[in-house]
């Protein structure tokens, strides 16, 4: 199954600010997911990146406050645009799905927005 | 909407003891996946289930699809502190997209 690294782990950001987190893939997929996964709560997909075309986003989720990027098929980026402390969460990267290794995700990212 | 209801939403018990968790909907789906994830990390898959009544084992981890696919249960025996995490169910429709259940939070005591 692929291999995800993502970061930053962890960060503290003021309100009114951006962060951007990056996910890199050790191989080509052609789908890369983006969850978030607030306190003690199970995980929302917040959009699903496609390399070339835009990534399609889950309803409650807008492209101006989650802004993805997908330059290649290794490689992406989800940013958390003119934060407020109710977007605290974690967020989480992940490909495949339906295959035999499920989904396999990043380590995530823990946002405190204060 | 498609939801998957856990439960017990928490749940600590005594190293040793046996438990189960419960994956509830009133959907049906094509295959259903359970997903252990530590403090820190993103969930890791334990198992897929993809044909009703199928029973898997993982070790001391027993997993069942419903009849109808519509419900799944995470069986530990003997459970030890390593089993320790938040579990998640999550079904899927013959797509991409799967749905992730509510969580079971369990903590396992030494």
């Known amino acids: 199954s692929a291999v995800i690294s993502q970061k930053p782990s962890r960060d503290i950001c003021q309100r009114g600010t951006s962060l951007t987190i990056q996910c890199q893939v050790d191989?080509?997929?052609?789908?890369m997911f983006w969850y978030r996964q607030q306190p003690g709560q199970s995980l929302t997909l917040i959009a699903t990146a496609n390399q070339g075309s835009e990534a399609t986003y889950e309803s409650g989720f807008v492209i101006d406050k989650f802004p993805i990027s997908r330059p290649n098929l290794t490689f992406s980026t989800l940013t958390v645009s003119n934060m407020s402390p109710e977007d605290s969460s974690i967020y989480l990267c992940?490909?495949?799905?339906?295959?035999?290794?499920?989904?396999?995700f990043g380590s995530g990212t823990r946002l405190t927005v204060v | 909407t498609q939801l998957l209801e856990q439960s017990p939403q928490f749940l600590s018990i005594q190293e040793g003891e046996n438990l189960t968790v419960y994956c509830n909907s009133s959907?049906?789906?094509?295959?259903l996946q359970w997903y252990r994830q530590e403090p820190g990390e993103g969930p890791v898959l334990l198992v897929t289930v993809v044909t009703g009544g199928e029973v898997k084992k993982l070790k001391r981890l027993t997993f069942q699809f419903g009849d109808a696919r519509k419900d799944s249960s995470l069986h530990i025996t003997a459970a030890q502190p390593g089993d320790t995490g938040l579990y998640l169910c999550?079904?899927?429709?013959?797509?991409?997209?799967?749905?992730f259940g509510t969580g079971t939070r369990l903590k396992v005591l030494a």
């Open positions: 191989s080509q997929v052609t789908m």
């Open positions: 992940s490909v495949g799905g339906t295959g035999p290794y499920g989904y396999t």
């Open positions: 959907s049906v789906f094509s295959s």
């Open positions: 999550a079904g899927g429709s013959g797509t991409y997209k799967y749905i």
